[in-house]
């Protein structure tokens, strides 16, 4: 079946450091492809998505690009923040006619210390 | 614009019990999913309801079940609870067909 594989945390870097969290996924067909933030004591955010391969997502400094090759969605932040500290969760869409549903990783605990 | 809400926030209940927990999608909006996030687990699908149906259901047992509401909002009940089933409980909301889920804050429950 459909499943996400992420890097083990957790993740501990200094600010400005440069970020990767790998992600690959395995997949029948071509799944949408999303990175998900979540802030302790919170829901999930959406970062980032890519619907087809060689999109690139982004936002806020973070991106992701759709390597089908590979089946890989790999997060980059070129520096990051103390604020970036939280869980990221990368995930696929699977659809089954007009239904969707994600297939999340495990996620990674990322700290960012000053 | 409001965004997607749950309710309660935190709820406690013992074994055998049965719970319901509350959702109203984002604005807009037509259909909703629930996901059940375990401690240090990503979140798991459960279900997604769309035009008072469920649609599309993942791997849970018959004690999990739903409903959805001419106006869009959601249930989500739990019958004989066990210990397992302590964890956030996240309803994400959509437009059907849509790629895009938007999660409310989740209800954490915690079963005794």
């Known amino acids: 079946g459909d499943s996400v594989t992420q890097m083990e945390g957790p993740v501990t870097l200094s600010e400005e450091a440069f970020l990767t969290i790998n992600c690959t996924y395995t997949a029948t067909g071509y799944p949408s492809l999303f990175w998900y933030v979540q802030y302790p004591g919170e829901g999930l955010q959406l970062l980032l998505k890519a619907t087809k391969a060689d999109d690139k997502g982004s936002n806020k400094g973070f991106e992701a690009t759709y390597r089908k090759e590979t089946t890989s969605f790999h997060l980059e932040k070129g520096s990051v923040q103390v604020s970036d500290s939280a869980v990221y969760f990368c995930?696929?869409?699977?659809?089954?006619?007009?239904?969707?549903?994600?297939?999340f990783g495990s996620g990674t605990q990322l700290t960012v210390l000053p | 614009d409001a965004g997607v809400t749950q309710s309660p926030t935190h709820l406690i209940k013992t074994r055998g019990q049965q719970v319901t927990l509350r959702c109203s999608p984002k604005?807009?909006?037509?259909?909703v999913s629930w996901y059940q996030q375990a401690l240090g687990q990503g979140p798991q699908f459960i279900f997604q309801?769309?035009?008072?149906?469920?649609?599309q259901r993942g791997n849970f047992p018959d004690r999990f079940s739903g409903h959805q509401f001419p106006n869009y909002s959601s249930e989500l009940n739990v019958n004989a609870l066990l210990l397992g089933d302590s964890a956030l409980y996240l309803c994400?909301?959509?437009?059907?067909?849509?790629?895009?889920?938007?999660f409310g804050p989740g209800t954490r429950l915690t079963v005794l």
């Open positions: 309801y769309y035009e008072e149906e469920e649609r």
């Open positions: 604005s807009g909006h037509d259909t």
């Open positions: 995930a696929l869409l699977v659809s089954s006619g007009s239904a969707r549903q994600l297939t």
């Open positions: 994400a909301s959509s437009l059907i067909g849509g790629d895009e889920q938007f």
